[in-house]
Every structure is written in C-alpha cells, then in structure tokens.
C-alpha cells in the first residue's frame, strides 16, 4: 500500500534534510488513510470506537516501523512530520 501511495500522490523530495537524493515521498497520513480504507477490522463486542481507532493506529505504525527495519521503506521527519519514500 505504502508504493499505491507513493506513485499515486507523492511529491519531489530532497531527503536527508535536502542535502540527499532526491526521490517521490508521501506524507505518512496519506499511506495511513489507505491502510485503514482496506482494513475491514471491527470493533470487538463491547469495544468503543476509541479503542479500535488505538488498534489500527498501533497495527499502521508496527507495519511501518517492520518495513523501514526491513529497508523497504526509508522515512525522515520534517517540520513534524513523516515523510516516506521507498528504498532503491
């Protein structure tokens, strides 16, 4: 989902706080929104929405951090926020 993401709205951008390669990054909210899109995940019986909406976040951000450690993915912060741009 992360590359869906990134060749369908990624933008230039100059990594290592632009002093690096150049390469087509997203802004990681954009892969997160396509994450949840396909998750058909409930809540579980008794479950409010609060805590479903904590489970997929924890779910999202374990996906990332397991790619990024798998060097599939790169990411870099910037002015608060995550970037992501696939490896070469």
Same mark, same amino acid.
């Given at each position: 989902?992360? =590359? @869906? %993401?990134? $060749? $369908? @709205? =990624?933008?230039? *951008? /100059?990594?290592?706080? =632009?002093?690096?390669?150049? #390469?087509?990054? #997203?802004h990681?909210?954009?892969?997160?929104?396509?994450?949840?899109?396909?998750? &058909? @995940? +409930?809540?579980e019986? =008794? @479950?409010?929405?609060?805590? !479903?909406? $904590?489970? +997929?976040?924890?779910?999202?951000?374990?996906?990332v951090?397991? %790619?990024?450690? &798998?060097?599939? !993915?790169?990411?870099? $912060?910037?002015?608060?926020?995550? *970037?992501?741009? !696939? /490896? /070469?």
């Amino acid at each position: 989902m992360a =590359g @869906e %993401a990134i $060749e $369908e @709205e =990624g933008r230039e *951008f /100059s990594t290592f706080k =632009g002093h690096g390669p150049r #390469v087509r990054a #997203v802004h990681d909210d954009v892969i997160r929104k396509k994450v949840y899109a396909r998750i &058909a @995940e +409930q809540a579980e019986p =008794g @479950e409010d929405r609060d805590k !479903l909406a $904590e489970r +997929q976040r924890r779910a999202f951000n374990r996906n990332v951090a397991d %790619a990024i450690k &798998a060097v599939r !993915l790169m990411a870099e $912060e910037r002015d608060g926020r995550r *970037f992501i741009w !696939l /490896s /070469s």
